[in-house]
């Protein structure tokens, strides 16, 4: 079983920045996918980064132009670099990371880490 595993979450003031970790139990390259989630208190649970196994990216246009995700295969870490942040980005952030293999698909969630943008 796999385990993801976030820190780095915290408390900022708005402008602020905060950079997320996501540390694999294994390695990071078996993965489809891994994305970056968050859960506001009273709302949905909404996607912000992904970035696959080939380093190609996407963002929510909320969070474009501010946030970026990377990888370090060598640790089989991903980061989520925000910055101007907004209080509108508090949030649990959870990292998530997909599996597609021709018998299954295989999803692992993180427990997540509390960001909390002041303003």
């Known amino acids: 079983q796999v385990q993801l595993v976030e820190s780095g979450g915290g408390l900022v003031q708005a402008a602020g920045s905060l950079r997320l970790s996501c540390a694999a139990s294994?390695?990071?390259?078996?993965?489809?996918?891994i994305t970056w989630h968050r859960q506001a208190p009273g709302k949905r649970r909404e996607l912000v980064a992904q970035?696959?196994?080939?380093?190609?990216?996407d963002f929510a246009n909320a969070v474009k132009g501010r946030f970026t995700i990377s990888r370090d295969n060598a640790k089989n870490t991903v980061f989520l670099q925000m910055n101007d942040l907004k209080p509108e980005d508090t949030a649990l952030y959870y990292c998530?990371?997909?599996?597609?293999?021709?018998?299954?698909?295989?999803?692992?969630w993180g427990q997540g880490t509390q960001v909390t943008v002041s303003s």
């Open positions: 998530n990371a997909q599996r597609r293999t021709p018998k299954n698909d295989y999803d692992y």
């Open positions: 294994a390695s990071i390259l078996i993965f489809n996918n």
């Open positions: 970035i696959t196994r080939s380093g190609v990216t």
